[in-house]
């Protein structure tokens, strides 16, 4: 098969779809993988070393779609790229279509074969490829949480762990999933006051035991978020629905209780946001404030630590991307059920149903 890999187009997105590595595993395989000029330079992967990997260099991302039967992305295509895909085409990429209705009419129009990693299975019916990006934006919403409460970014002036004689700022994680876990950890690391919020007792039971008595935990009903916001220095939204719009957990009204100069981190803007205030910004202009309260909001967190990311994406993605380069895209779901749970959009219509419910569009299994 004929492996493409175009560069990130997205603002200040520097990760890369395929690493040299793993190219030189596909072409191994007797593969064919083509490479937009340039599209690993921004985590210092150079033309040369995809060269040295066995892959061919393309001018442009044009000649990348128009030479290529399947595209390894990361971030979803933007307009231009949905204008490239062609109904030959399988798609590779994170979508999060449930907050993106123009995307995904756009690749209902293409025909094309649109396979999202946020969506992939696996037996413990845990999502593989969205894990270790889940795992950075945990990791990562703790280190800016920490920087925008610092009175020199507008927030309260409030060291996260404290000092002797005065204690730590409080935070509130809402979600004990991967994202969620990887928050806890690092926040326990800075010595907070750290508690994890979910609605399944069975989940807070897990937790309890793994963190010991490092955290706390509460049954995440309404009345309980309301007075976790209040209380909170720094608020982060982890909550994940596979394939669905995320729930508004944090009301406008409840935001008019929190200390000014506290900090909300929404890890869940990818699909729409937990907070009823959030919208998406850019690692070029990631904050904004709401009754006096900031804002971090980056579509893309992990972008921002474009090397680790993407070394840790390949790690989990390549398997698949062997697995339908040498099997055929359609022999590969059939035989792989997890695989398959990836398809959001194919032949003009939506395969997924969380997403067709999540935009109201026709759902048609296929």
């Given at each position: 098969?004929?492996?493409?890999?175009?560069?990130?187009?997205?603002?200040?997105?520097?990760?890369?779809?395929?690493?040299?590595?793993?190219?030189?595993?596909?072409?191994?395989?007797?593969?064919?993988?083509?490479?937009?000029?340039?599209?690993?330079?921004?985590?210092?992967?150079?033309?040369?070393?995809?060269?040295?990997?066995?892959?061919?260099?393309?001018?442009?991302?044009?000649?990348?779609?128009?030479?290529?039967?399947?595209i390894v992305k990361v971030k979803e295509p933007q307009q231009s790229e949905i204008a490239l895909l062609e109904p030959r085409h399988t798609l590779f990429t994170y979508l999060h279509l449930a907050a993106d209705k123009?995307?995904?009419?756009?690749?209902?129009?293409?025909?094309?074969?649109?396979?999202?990693?946020?969506?992939?299975?696996?037996?413990?019916?845990?999502?593989?490829?969205?894990?270790?990006?889940?795992?950075?934006?945990?990791?990562?919403?703790?280190?800016?949480?920490?920087?925008?409460?610092?009175?020199?970014?507008?927030?309260?002036?409030?060291?996260?762990?404290?000092?002797?004689?005065?204690?730590?700022?409080?935070?509130?994680?809402?979600?004990?999933?991967?994202?969620?876990?990887?928050?806890?950890?690092?926040?326990?690391?800075?010595?907070?006051?750290?508690?994890?919020?979910?609605?399944?007792?069975?989940?807070?039971?897990?937790?309890?035991?793994?963190?010991?008595?490092?955290?706390?935990?509460?049954?995440?009903?309404?009345?309980?978020?309301?007075?976790?916001?209040?209380?909170?220095?720094?608020?982060?939204?982890?909550?994940?629905?596979?394939?669905?719009?995320?729930?508004?957990?944090?009301?406008?009204?409840?935001?008019?209780?929190?200390?000014?100069?506290?900090?909300?981190?929404?890890?869940?803007?990818?699909?729409?946001?937990?907070?009823?205030?959030?919208?998406?910004?850019?690692?070029?202009?990631?904050?904004?404030?709401?009754?006096?309260?900031?804002?971090?909001?980056?579509?893309?967190?992990?972008?921002?630590?474009?090397?680790?990311?993407?070394?840790?994406?390949?790690?989990?993605?390549?398997?698949?991307?062997?697995?339908?380069?040498?099997?055929?895209?359609?022999?590969?779901?059939?035989?792989?059920?997890?695989?398959?749970?990836?398809?959001?959009?194919?032949?003009?219509?939506?395969?997924?149903?969380?997403?067709?419910?999540?935009?109201?569009?026709?759902?048609?299994?296929?």
């Open positions: 098969m004929r492996v493409g890999v175009p560069k990130e187009i997205k603002v200040h997105e520097y990760r890369v779809g395929l690493t040299p590595a793993s190219v030189a595993e596909l072409v191994a395989a007797g593969h064919e993988v083509i490479v937009e000029t340039k599209a690993g330079l921004g985590i210092d992967l150079t033309d040369q070393d995809y060269v040295d990997a066995g892959a061919r260099i393309a001018a442009d991302a044009g000649q990348v779609f128009a030479e290529s039967d399947m123009p995307q995904a009419e756009g690749l209902m129009k293409s025909g094309a074969t649109c396979i999202a990693y946020e969506t992939v299975t696996a037996n413990d019916r845990s999502l593989p490829l969205l894990r270790p990006m889940s795992e950075v934006a945990g990791r990562m919403s703790i280190q800016v949480g920490a920087h925008y409460l610092e009175k020199e970014q507008g927030g309260r002036g409030i060291l996260l762990g404290g000092v002797p004689g005065v204690p730590p700022a409080k935070v509130a994680i809402l979600g004990g999933g991967v994202a969620g876990v990887n928050a806890a950890q690092m926040a326990v690391g800075m010595r907070a006051d750290v508690t994890i919020y979910d609605i399944s007792n069975a989940r807070l039971a897990e937790l309890d035991m793994f963190f010991s008595s490092q955290i706390k935990t509460a049954y995440a009903s309404r009345a309980t978020i309301a007075k976790a916001v209040a209380e909170s220095e720094l608020v982060i939204g982890a909550v994940l629905v596979p394939g669905a719009a995320a729930p508004k957990l944090v009301t406008r009204d409840m935001l008019k209780t929190m200390k000014r100069g506290s900090v909300l981190v929404d890890i869940a803007i990818d699909q729409g946001g937990c907070f009823e205030t959030s919208r998406a910004t850019t690692h070029e202009d990631p904050v904004y404030e709401v009754d006096g309260v900031i804002h971090y909001c980056v579509a893309n967190m992990p972008g921002a630590v474009a090397r680790t990311s993407a070394f840790a994406l390949n790690n989990a993605t390549l398997p698949f991307v062997l697995r339908i380069a040498g099997m055929g895209t359609d022999a590969a779901m059939a035989a792989d059920p997890h695989l398959a749970a990836g398809l959001n959009v194919s032949g003009g219509k939506i395969r997924h149903q969380a997403v067709a419910e999540a935009l109201d569009l026709g759902y048609d299994p296929a």
